[in-house]
């Protein structure tokens, strides 16, 4: 019944076609246009962008916040993770629930929460004055740290949920069981836990960095034109200078990276016996 | 015993982290005061109150509640019938058609928005509500696509062998037994579409234009001009519009198998 | 007791608010193969895992020869345990997982081997130690378990319903083998059944519980003709 192939080729086109027109093509020439230069091919573009300082600024710090995001969160996402694992079945649900929540809520909102925190009349300003650590606020907003716990807050819910899923397969009492041939927890995390849960962490992995390297709305709240990342600058760029030569050029790094993490993914999901 | 105790420390202090800064909104949009701070200086619904009547509110959340009804409706329309093929058959180019369907996740919005304004918009001369109309369907696409998709393979193909032995079409099969067993699987791509497109900020942040913004991007604009407490009550009302209508698709729909 | 290898006094386990085992005296001699027998919920498994360490005790004490391990952790205790579902760690072959708590104990290498080898042939697995335990049967994952747990030279070796998943004909070889590691070695042996003739065949001792207590404690015969309970008499017999 499912045998005519062509059948099945027209119910798919509609979707295909339409993302491929819409959305494939217009994409492809922004990201040829950086190697057009006065209508012949070349890559001195990519050179020109390559060696101003502040690009390079932007790139190494969008590249740091990233591991550093994903590193935080692993670690964080494992302890939870364990946590969460040892729950019984009702709280785990509603735990499970609570930690996904985030993820339906707008960026927009769920950054902007660190306004109030971090601004100069916010939580922790009061705090510190309040406990006269010192006479003056701080600036905590548009600094890499508030990028940083923008970031993580974002995207630490995909690294738990990637987690609990990978451990939730553990075998039953396998941790029990090494810890009763003498294994301490670090050696339990070290030699069973890790190694079987590689593919979790590969995927929240992947997940968190990609997304700290392709965030836009926390950068530009928490980050402003103090602390540009990748696509803020993309937008400076745009927005200010027309320049769409270093849209074309940042563009095209960002998806080299998304989708180099993407099949980095599918190496590693694929290889699971 | 202390593991349960540190169990439930840890699990405490990353949710407060998590969900902590949603209270936080919450409270500093019921500030009485005139500047954003937490605790808040009094309290007082003005500031709630004050987001219904700012008519660029108003404008941006009708288009965004246009675009997220009407682009996820469109989308579930290619997206249905591409699930179906990609499951049931074994087409031609399968892998290269998923690829395809599935690149606007990969693609970071804010290079979608930008190619789209200036190649496809500016060319063609595109009205501003089209083109983020034909942005927002091609984001949602791939979620639609994906969710229906487990849905449909969680059905066996031979009860519409079955219906059309017995004398269906194979529309008619269709209609009568896929759809109804996917109707949830349905609902569950339409939701988490509707949520997509509704909190989408990138893609909309070229495209939109003065007069013509949806409504996470007008609360940027807003926010560069005036801290006022208004975006952290608008915040929080979109957060628990999101808030309830996943809480309303879990309890109905059993919502998280899909996802 | 003096001869008392294994103490339990006095102890109360719980799960939060729900009490599964109280007031549980028990003293196990060195050598012994004792059984802990009742239907499920009866505290049976909560007694052994609290005695592995895997549990901690709301109330009075565990010692093992002669030295106090209440509050001892679960790899610190030198007991061995043999999960009912193996437990054995898929990511490792069957050499690999017999050596696992070798490795952490740092032993050297050769060491390693020799007692591997040992523990392997023990169990007549030697053939397979380069398999992982997916690709092999429900008999052999056992014995592997058994032998990982052996190689550790435990003080007290913990069975969780050591014959349960087995067919019968399985049942009456891990039987035989357990009783000639017993004899062999002889080992403290612990272990958990729902099953009464398992218990009759196996134990020196039999320890019935119900509900959280010792219904009664003594020899196969004791349990079989002189059952103390109402409960205990149901418990035995036949039909």
Known sequence: MFQNRNEGLALALPAAVFTGLLFLLPVGILLSEPFQVDGQWSIQGYVDFAFKPLNQVVFIRTLKLGFLVAFTSAIIGYACAFCIINLDGKHRGRVFGMVMLPLMISPVARTYAWIVILGRTGIVNDTIIGLGLSDTPIRLLFTETAVFLGLLQLFLPLMIISLVSSMENLPKDAVSAARVLGANWFQVFMRIILPLTKDGLVLGGTLVFTGSLTAYITPAILGGSKVLMLETLLYQRVNVANDFVSAGIIATILILMSFGANILLKRVAGTRS | MTSTWISRMIIFITLAFLIGPFFIIVAAGLSAGDFLAFPPEGLSLKWYIKVFEVESFRESFALSMFLAVFGTITALFLGVPAAYALSRYNIPYGETIKTVVAAPIIVPGIIVGLALLRYLVVPLNLTITLALFLAHTALVLPYAVRVVSSSLNNLRSDMEEAAVLLGCSRIGAFIRVVLPNIQSGVLAAFILGFVTSFNQVPVSLFLSGPGVRTLPIDMLSYMEITYDPSVAALSALLALMSVIIIFVAEKFLGFSRYV | MSNSFVSLQNVSLAYGKTVAVSNLDLNVRKGELIALLGPSGCGKTTTMRAIAGLMSLHSGSISIDGVDMSRTPANKRGIGLVFQSYALFPHLNAFENVAFGLRIKKFSTPEIATRVGKGLTMVGLSHLAERKPQEMSGGQQQRLSL?????????????????????????????????????????????????????????????????????????????????????AADFYSVG
């Open chain 3, 147 to 231: 032998a990982r747990s052996l190689v550790m030279e435990p003080k007290v070796l913990l069975l969780d319903e050591p014959l349960s998943n087995l067919d019968a004909r399985l049942r009456l070889e891990m039987r035989t083998e357990l009783q000639r590691v017993q004899r062999d070695t002889g080992i403290t042996m612990i272990f958990v059944t729902h099953d009464q003739s398992e218990a009759l065949a196996l134990a020196d001792r039999i320890v019935l519980m119900k509900n959280g207590v010792i219904e009664q404690l003594g020899t196969p015969d004791d349990l079989y003709n002189r059952p103390a309970t109402a409960f």
